[in-house]
């Protein structure tokens, strides 16, 4: 059989210290195939955006184990980390996290720098031409609204041609018809680039365009 993309075995997440202690995952197992697209749901605080942290390596777990693409995320350092997600993920949140000084092109072709692209703002150029922004490629994020920021984030996401694209409730502050457009990118990003998908989401009509729905409830799939 295929190695899983991700597979977390019993992983937890607790936070806090001694009686402030919080569990906020409680034994996750989870086996994700590759090029699969994964909706997690849940009522707030059920800690959907928690697991996708850990998937991503953002958050560490405090017991089980966690592994990307055969990599055991606990074992790695916090640089390591970083570089293991510049090479391998992409990730979208719900808030675009832009760089304000930077125009749209350098936000998507600076982290390609970082990791040594030669072609980082070719690529970049694509990639935003990709998300329909071909005329905002040197506007900076105050002279784009929500849904062009947005997809600049989008553009970023894919640009390294992740193997794992993580998007955490990447609609949820936009209006319906610009969710509904940023969501068509999302899954066609996806589909360019062949990624497996995880996506955090509250709407029911996301959740059926995925392959697979988990639902998280007080920290457990239920």
Same mark, same amino acid.
């Given at each position: 059989?295929? *190695?899983?993309?991700?597979c ?45 942290m ?7 777990a ?21 570089r293991?997600? *510049? ?64 997809r ?33 990118l999302?899954?066609?990003? *996806?589909? *360019? ?17 995925c ?12």
């Amino acid at each position: 059989m295929t *190695r899983p993309v991700l597979c977390l075995k019993d992983a937890r997440l607790t936070l806090g210290h001694n009686a402030g202690r919080t569990e906020i995952l409680k034994g996750i197992d989870i086996d994700v195939a590759r090029g699969e697209t994964l909706g997690l749901t849940g009522p707030s605080g059920s800690g959907k955006s928690s697991l996708l942290m850990l998937m991503g390596g953002l958050d560490q777990a405090t017991g089980g184990s966690v592994q990307a693409l055969g990599q055991d995320l606990g074992a790695m350092g916090e640089d390591e980390l970083a570089r293991f997600r *510049r090479d391998h993920m992409g990730v979208v949140f719900q808030s675009f996290h832009l760089i304000a000084t930077m125009t749209a092109l350098e936000n998507v072709a600076t982290p390609l720098e970082l990791s040594g692209a030669k072609d980082a703002f070719e690529r970049a150029e694509a990639e935003l031409e990709a998300v329909g922004l071909a005329h905002r490629l040197h506007h900076y994020p105050s002279q784009m609204s929500g849904g062009e920021q947005q997809r600049v984030a989008l553009a970023r996401a894919a640009a390294p041609r992740p193997e794992i694209l993580l998007a955490d409730e990447p609609t949820g502050n936009l209006d319906g018809a610009t969710g509904a457009a940023i969501m068509d990118l999302l899954f066609g990003l *996806r589909d *360019r680039h062949g990624s497996t998908l995880i996506l955090v989401t509250h709407a029911p009509e996301l959740a059926k365009r995925c392959d697979r729905v988990l639902r998280i409830q007080d920290g457990r799939l239920v």
